[in-house]
């Protein structure tokens, strides 16, 4: 997908509660997971400082967790909608992210009055230069759950796209094998004559080739391919009347033979199985859209 279109779609990943609270809980998890793990900004040092008893230890670890989640829920639940940031696209998004990690610099600094970080540097914790530190330190951290939390969300929708688009082409092809009995689908050449015939129920797909397209389809079960002289977008057009329906700029493909929709290295597909082949045909999704519609 190019990025432009992607930063120009809306944001839409956190806009439910409990994916707000599986977002809140997992930066938790993962900044308390990270810091104990990894020990980074000094803390390994602080951790083995005879000065540091295991209370203290265990009251900043809390503190993290605490700010935290005060800080993502003030921002989800309520800033969010005081400042408008709702329904935004992703670019705009991104400078909210921005705004999150502030907040809980802020926080984070308030909670630094009543339980002090390790070390006790008390003093040193008043600099700009080192909140604005932290302040990158926190972003930083902040987007290894955020872009978790937008990768599963996405995962998430597209296995529940499938699921409603594999029932939606089930009751598809029941609705249209009752009220259809093996019509014949007539191909056309750039002409407009007849070049060949096949039942609906054969055809399979239909691919681009320049000036041609290649015809797929099953004779005595066996996948069959014939070249005919005339343009995708024309074929579609010819075949209206038929459920056969273009799903991207170089294939049509006959619903009644699709099998499901399917995700391979980022890319969506339409599975048609035979009986000696499986076929993955490329899926744009401003077709997959329409290709819904015309299921509703």
Known sequence: MNIGIFLKQPFDYLDTPQIKWFYILGSTTFAIVFL????????????????????????????????TILGL????????????????????????????ALVLTLINF?????????????????HLTFQLKMFVKIFLVLLFPFVGTVLYVS??????EIQELDVQLKQ????????????????????ENVDLKISI????????????????????????????????????????DFPIMQCHRSYAI?????????KKN?????????QNSTQHIPVSNSFLEKIQQAFS
């Not at 400082?49 to 209370?55: A, D, F, I, K």
């Not at 005081?82 to 935004?88: R, Y």
């Not at 670019?91 to 999150?100: L, S």
């Not at 995962?155 to 529940?160: E, F, R, V, Y």
């Open 172 to 191: 598809y092809k029941s609705v249209y094998k009752s009220s259809n009995h093996e019509q014949v689908l007539n191909i056309l050449d750039e002409n």
């Open 266 to 274: 980022g890319k969506e597909y339409l599975v048609i199985k035979t």
């Open 254 to 262: 006959n619903l009644l033979n699709v099998d499901y929709l399917t």
């Open 36 to 67: 104990l793990l990894f020990q980074p900004y000094g803390i390994s040092k602080e951790m083995i400082n005879p000065m540091n008893s295991s209370l203290n230890k265990f009251l900043f670890f809390a503190s993290v967790a605490f700010s």
């Open 73 to 100: 829920s003030l921002s989800q639940f309520f800033l969010r909608q005081l400042f408008d940031f709702e329904f935004v696209n992703n670019q705009k998004y991104i400078y909210w992210i921005v705004i999150e």
């Open 201 to 240: 129920n054969n055809f399979l797909y239909a691919e681009s080739s320049n000036q041609y397209i290649l015809v797929h389809y099953l004779k005595q079960g066996e996948v069959r391919r014939h070249i005919v002289r005339n343009r995708l977008k024309k074929f579609v057009i010819q075949s209206n």
């Open 110 to 126: 308030g909670i630094s009055f009543i339980v002090p970080d390790l070390g006790n540097n008390f003093e040193k914790e008043l």
């Open 155 to 160: 995962i998430k929708k597209l296995s529940n």
